[in-house]
């Protein structure tokens, strides 16, 4: 599994952008890019997950470098719910892989 | 989205019993289910894959007569933990895996609170 390293903590006010970084340099071509979310005491919530082209849904946008190395989850309005642990992981997409889970992001969103 | 649910939410047990804890896929048959553990303040710990009418696959380190896993039904699987010790008390989740557009997405239950007197 591609490593992914993550800054442990960020602030955001409410409203603005949500901008989460995360690193896999050493992600393989069949990886995918997947984030999830963690609201304390909750299970993971899947966000978004991506190849090389940037993608967008209701919840989030993704960007992925070029090179595969690095992306970037956007959360374009931030609110007090979005407060929660954010995980990056890189993995394959098939039915059987296994999420492995670092220490993820805590974003903390401020009034 | 799709809907995985867990039964029971919270849960307390004298030491030496055992808990069976119950995680469903509510809206989608799911092929493979995974459970995970964790400790507070910590990240989660994959403990096993289930697959529906197989085995479970275990992780390194977690015991497979300590932690029972049965995936009987698309719908169903289902964790026991047997002869329950403080040491056992956890956040224990399970996912499923969902297909969109060719990929997987795991979808995660709410979790159980497990508490061992």
């Known amino acids: 599994d591609a490593k992914t390293t993550q800054p442990p903590s960020m602030d955001c006010a409410e409203g603005r952008a949500a901008n989460l970084p995360c690193n896999h340099s050493?992600?393989?071509?069949?990886?995918?890019v997947y984030w999830y979310r963690q609201i304390h005491s909750q299970g993971p919530q899947y966000i978004i997950h991506g190849l090389k082209n940037n993608e967008t849904n209701e919840m989030a946008s993704l960007i992925i470098t070029e090179d595969r190395k690095s992306s970037t989850l956007i959360l374009p309005h931030a609110t007090l719910r979005d407060t929660a642990v954010y995980y990056c992981i890189a993995e394959g997409g098939g039915s059987n892989y296994k999420l492995t889970f670092g220490k993820g992001t805590l974003l903390t969103v401020n009034p | 989205g799709a809907v995985v649910s867990q039964h029971p939410s919270r849960v307390i047990c004298k030491s030496g019993t055992s808990v069976k804890i119950e995680c469903r896929s509510l809206d989608f048959q799911a092929t493979t289910m995974f459970w995970y553990r964790q400790f507070p303040k910590k990240s989660l710990m994959l403990m096993a894959t289930s697959n529906e009418g197989s085995k479970a696959t275990y992780e390194q380190g977690v015991e497979k007569d300590k932690f029972l896993i049965n995936h009987a039904s698309l719908t169903l699987s289902t964790l026991t933990v047997t002869s329950a010790h403080p040491e056992d008390s956890s956040f224990y989740i399970c996912s499923a895996t969902h297909p969109a557009g060719g990929v997987y997405e795991q979808y995660f239950g709410p979790g159980t609170r497990l508490t061992v007197t």
């Open positions: 050493t992600i393989s071509g069949n990886e995918y």
